[in-house]
């Protein structure tokens, strides 16, 4: 069925982020010390969660979850990304996009309401102390991220529905080095301004949405810890304001690019480094790293890894 609707683009190729060979040997280098400690750190946030039972509570659920899913975002594209600028190669399939543009949506859709269920976690937690374990309960972490990856999923399948019987007739060129609907849009035969009031409509009122329910949310949280606490209040707004940053990198290039699709300047480049790369370190460095608890228990794991390994290499050296 594919095929009968794209008999003339096979394949799309990639304009990358710039056409000369030592920016793009900079650039391969530059993702791919990124992409590391994305994988390092995220993985390090997600087994942490998982194996240390100190950390078996709501809050830390959702942050590993969180984790999980900027790791996969950024593996869906910078490894590609990486191959590339590496190899010159800039091509993928035409499924090979309608792949990366689903799976985009599906993780970016439910990126987007597990913060809002982390926001709610936190509102619970300091507007609500003494209800928070009976209402944060295990159902209802369950719920919160099975309800994540639903809403992401019927988001992306409603995104392709619009597009998925467009034709290609033209240039197969994408000037990006990931396929998103902005630029799959710009590139069919046939008038963009309706597709991009679909785009705009979809994921750029979305975005918009969820970051104002977001930010609607540390207010009320900073207004009721003022209300109990004047003293609370400076580190709750430290903690927050750090927050606060981080949505504000995620929905910011977001609500840029959705409600903007088809900017006169190469920002888009930019601001998906910034969705891909950027990110996804400070997620672990914000939400985990400034937490007490979170950094014993990485440490105790790390300790625990080492330990193991220790143990593992001794025998080896005494036999040699």
Same mark, same amino acid.
């Given at each position: 069925?594919?095929?009968?609707?794209?008999?003339?683009?096979?394949?799309?190729?990639?304009?990358?982020?710039?056409?000369?060979?030592?920016?793009?040997?900079?650039?391969?280098?530059?993702?791919?010390?990124?992409?590391?400690?994305?994988?390092?750190?995220?993985?390090?946030?997600?087994?942490?969660?998982?194996?240390?039972?100190?950390?078996?509570?709501?809050?830390?659920?959702?942050?590993?979850?969180?984790?999980?899913?900027?790791?996969?975002?950024?593996?869906?594209?910078? @490894?590609? &990304?990486?191959?590339? +600028?590496? #190899? $010159?190669?800039?091509? !993928?399939? /035409?499924?090979?996009? %309608?792949? *990366?543009?689903?799976?985009?949506?599906?993780?970016?859709?439910?990126?987007?309401?597990?913060?809002?269920?982390?926001?709610?976690?936190?509102?619970?937690?300091?507007?609500?102390?003494?209800?928070?374990?009976?209402?944060?309960? @295990?159902? &209802?972490?369950?719920? +919160?991220? #099975? $309800?994540?990856?639903? !809403?992401? /999923?019927?988001?992306? %399948?409603? *995104?392709?529905?619009?597009?998925?019987?467009?034709?290609?007739?033209?240039?197969?060129?994408?000037?990006?080095?990931?396929?998103?609907?902005?630029?799959?849009?710009?590139?069919?035969?046939?008038?963009?301004?309706?597709?991009?009031?679909?785009?705009?409509?979809?994921?750029?009122?979305?975005?918009?949405?969820?970051? /104002?329910?977001?930010?609607?949310?540390?207010?009320?949280?900073?207004?009721?810890?003022?209300?109990?606490?004047?003293?609370?209040?400076?580190?709750?707004?430290?903690?927050?304001?750090?927050?606060?940053?981080?949505?504000?990198?995620?929905?910011?290039?977001?609500?840029?690019?959705?409600?903007?699709?088809?900017?006169?300047?190469?920002?888009?480049?930019?601001?998906?480094?910034?969705?891909?790369?950027?990110?996804?370190?400070?997620?672990?460095?914000?939400?985990?790293?400034?937490?007490?608890?979170?950094?014993v228990a990485m440490r105790r794991m790390v300790t625990q890894l080492l330990n193991q390994r220790n143990f593992f290499i001794?025998?080896?050296?005494?036999?040699?």
């Open positions: 069925m594919l095929n009968a609707n794209y008999t003339d683009v096979s394949e799309f190729v990639f304009l990358g982020i710039s056409t000369s060979r030592p920016i793009q040997h900079f650039l391969c280098a530059f993702s791919m010390v990124f992409y590391v400690v994305i994988v390092l750190g995220n993985t390090l946030v997600v087994l942490t969660v998982a194996f240390d039972s100190h950390l078996h509570f709501p809050m830390y659920f959702l942050l590993g979850n969180l984790s999980f899913i900027d790791l996969c975002l950024s593996t869906l594209t910078v @490894p590609k &990304m990486i191959s590339d +600028l590496y #190899s $010159g190669h800039n091509t !993928i399939s /035409f499924r090979g996009c %309608v792949f *990366q543009i689903f799976v985009l949506h599906v993780l970016g859709g439910s990126e987007m309401v597990l913060l809002i269920a982390m926001a709610w976690d936190r509102y619970v937690a300091i507007c609500k102390p003494l209800h928070y374990l009976s209402i944060m309960s @295990p159902r &209802m972490c369950l719920l +919160l991220l #099975s $309800g994540a990856w639903v !809403i992401g /999923f019927l988001h992306s %399948v409603a *995104q392709l529905a619009f597009v998925i019987h467009l034709s290609f007739c033209g240039s197969n060129m994408i000037d990006s080095f990931y396929c998103d609907l902005p630029q799959f849009i710009k590139l069919a035969c046939t008038e963009p301004h309706k597709m991009q009031f679909m785009v705009s409509a979809n994921s750029g009122f979305i975005s918009v949405g969820t970051f /104002f329910l977001l930010i609607i949310s540390y207010i009320v949280i900073l207004l009721t810890v003022r209300k109990h606490s004047s003293g609370d209040l400076s580190k709750a707004l430290s903690t927050l304001s750090a927050h606060i940053s981080v949505v504000v990198l995620f929905f910011g290039p977001c609500i840029i690019v959705y409600m903007w699709p088809f900017p006169t300047v190469p920002v888009d480049k930019f601001l998906a480094i910034l969705d891909f790369m950027i990110t996804p370190i400070l997620n672990p460095a914000i939400y985990t790293l400034r937490n007490k608890d979170m950094k001794q025998p080896i050296k005494n036999i040699a």
